[in-house]
């Protein structure tokens, strides 16, 4: 990948973490507290992705490799899930 197409994601990356703060910061959507942290996960969700298969070039590596990403990740949402619940 060359220059413009970092440079394009990283345009991207920066307006969907404005749109993040914009949503938190300014009251948008208040009143309706899970729909803030609805549009905040997704927006969040979509950076991480982005990060992934381009900074971290897991888009060219061989699917062996993103297998064993994401099952790292989601080992780690399973232990984080389950400290938290064991705080409660």
């Known amino acids: 990948m060359d220059w413009k197409g970092y440079t394009a994601i990283y345009v ?18 208040d009143s309706a507290y ?16 982005g990060v992934a298969a381009y900074y971290q070039h897991l888009r060219w590596e061989p699917r062996a ?7 790292g990740t989601v080992a780690a949402l399973a232990l984080t899930g389950a400290a938290a619940y064991s705080i409660l």
Request: aromatic share 14%.
């Open 12 to 29: 991207v990356l920066f307006a969907f973490a404005t749109a993040q703060a914009v949503v938190e910061f300014t009251g948008l959507v």
């Open 65 to 71: 490799v993103t297998y064993l990403v994401l099952g």
């Open 34 to 49: 899970w729909a803030a942290f609805a549009i905040i996960m997704v927006l969040s969700v979509i950076k991480a992705v």
